[in-house]
Nanobody
Framework: QVQVVESGGGLVQAGGFLRLSCAAS????????MGWYRQAPGKQRELVAG???????NYAGSVKGRFTISRDNAKNTVYLQMNSLKPEDTAVYYC????????????????WGQGTQVTVSS
């Protein structure tokens, strides 16, 4: 019932930038938080950045100072501005939404997007 779709990935040279977008849609009561994760070949998925509906953020140490997460609550959309990209940032980036439950037919759950490829060349 709820869909999460990422966009904005691509190929960029080291030192460049990209802006990823993630939109949640469907039968949503409310969203507690949204976040970005990434998974490189042969590695486990890791948290990149997260943001609550109130605007509180957290980042992985490897991206602090380079990446910025932001959100538009009215559009159920989150963005990830990635600057000063490094080859180590190459991965499939996944977005998720932490959906709030309610007393009228909604249960709390995490919904994941399909992912978008980010490739940083040296």
């Amino acid at each position: 019932q709820v869909q999460v779709v990422e966009s904005g990935g691509g190929l960029v040279q080291a030192g460049g930038f990209l802006r990823l977008s993630c939109a949640a849609s469907g039968s949503i009561f409310s969203i507690n938080a949204m976040g970005w994760y990434r998974q490189a070949p042969g590695k486990q998925r890791e948290l990149v950045a997260g943001i609550t509906s109130g605007g509180n953020t957290n980042y992985a140490g490897s991206v602090k100072g380079r990446f910025t997460i932001s959100r538009d609550n009215a559009k159920n959309t989150v963005y990830l501005q990635m600057n000063s990209l490094k080859p180590e940032d190459t991965a499939v980036y996944y977005c998720n939404a932490d959906l709030q439950g309610s007393s009228s037919g909604y249960s709390r759950k995490i919904v994941w997007g399909q992912g978008t490829q980010v490739t940083v060349s040296s």
